[in-house]
């Protein structure tokens, strides 16, 4: 044999074991990977607010996914097939309560096995009365009870929202407890910056606004405010009255209010009309229902803004 033959035998039994090992180091370390992306907790947040709250509390060790579309309104959404299967495989689903989500009730038919962290939990529940349609004459008309939902409109209540969830994180993977509890207690900082400049800023001005959907009662409570509505119900969709139209314009006439308040998700054309009434202007008031430009208190902060106009 000579030597040339000898030396080529002697680098294959050499490489071969190198590159089976860098074959097999690469498996493992993309092994090692996939383990830890399904190590996260798997989250579904059903709308905007609870997204980005999860979002701030779980950072790189929780996957949040988003389970209302961005630009579709939560109130009257359902889930697709899809948005079940998807639920199906979360750890947990992050819900605001309070009748927000009318398809909770549905999720053990849907086979769900996981946890459901209602964020209003602590949370005192303004009620509402809602005159029902009643088709049927053999039935007795009468007022209907149920919740107003809009709790993370108000800063001070979206704190417990942020603090419910955090704890849910901290029981299902305790070993990142204080991971889960510190940026909670980071996130609910910046909240007590931004409840106590709303304080400031419209604590010498006006109480009384114009909003186009009951969805700021909890906000106008925290900061000593009047909230006035063209839609009186807690969902934003339907065509006033004309009665009411008129109601809205009279009420705006006698307390000289002259900013008429739309929202970001809805045709502006109603509170348009009743603005060109009065001689007054619209802005937009966001009840912050779908994802848009900049976070929760960027946006709280544009709210407040367009209410300073309006107010102060």
């Known amino acids: 044999m000579s ?57 790189d060790r929780v996957d949040v996914k988003l389970l209302v579309p961005e630009g579709v309104e939560p109130h009257d959404w359902e889930p697709t097939i899809q948005d079940v299967q998807k639920m199906q495989k979360a750890d947990l689903i992050i819900i605001n309560g309070i009748g927000f989500e009318n398809w909770v009730d549905n999720l053990k038919e849907m086979n769900y096995q996981g946890i459901v962290v209602d964020t209003s939990n602590g949370i005192i529940k303004k009620k509402i009365f809602e005159e029902p349609n009643i088709s049927d004459k053999s039935k007795t008309s009468h007022e209907h009870e149920s919740g107003d939902p809009h709790i993370w409109l108000n800063p001070v209540l979206a704190k417990t929202q942020i603090q419910n969830i955090a704890d849910s994180f901290s029981k299902i993977d305790p070993k990142n407890k204080s991971f889960y509890q510190t940026n909670a207690k980071n996130y609910k900082d910046e909240l007590d910056l931004l409840n106590l400049k709303i304080k400031n800023d419209l604590s010498t001005c006006s109480i009384d606004f114009i909003a186009f959907h009951d969805a700021f009662s909890y906000f106008a409570d925290e900061y000593d405010l009047n909230q006035h509505t063209i839609i009186s119900s ?35 054309k109603v509170s348009e009309v009743i603005a060109n009434e009065i001689g007054g202007k619209i802005l937009v008031l966001s009840p912050l229902e779908s994802s848009g430009k900049g976070d929760y208190i960027s946006r709280m902060t544009e709210n407040l803004e367009n209410l300073k106009e309006a107010l102060c």
């Open 234 to 268: 807690n969902n934003p969709h339907g065509e006033p009255t004309a009665k009411t139209l008129q109601n809205v314009i009279n009420t705006a006439r006698e307390l000289n209010i002259k900013i008429i308040f739309t929202e970001d998700t809805i045709d502006p």
């Open 3 to 59: 030597n040339q033959v000898k030396i080529a035998i002697i680098a294959i039994a050499i490489v071969i074991p190198i590159t089976s090992y860098s074959v097999w180091a690469s498996d493992s370390n993309l092994q090692f990977q996939n383990q830890n992306e399904s190590n996260k907790i798997q989250a579904i947040s059903s709308f905007y607010p609870l997204y980005e709250f999860a979002q701030k509390i779980g950072q």
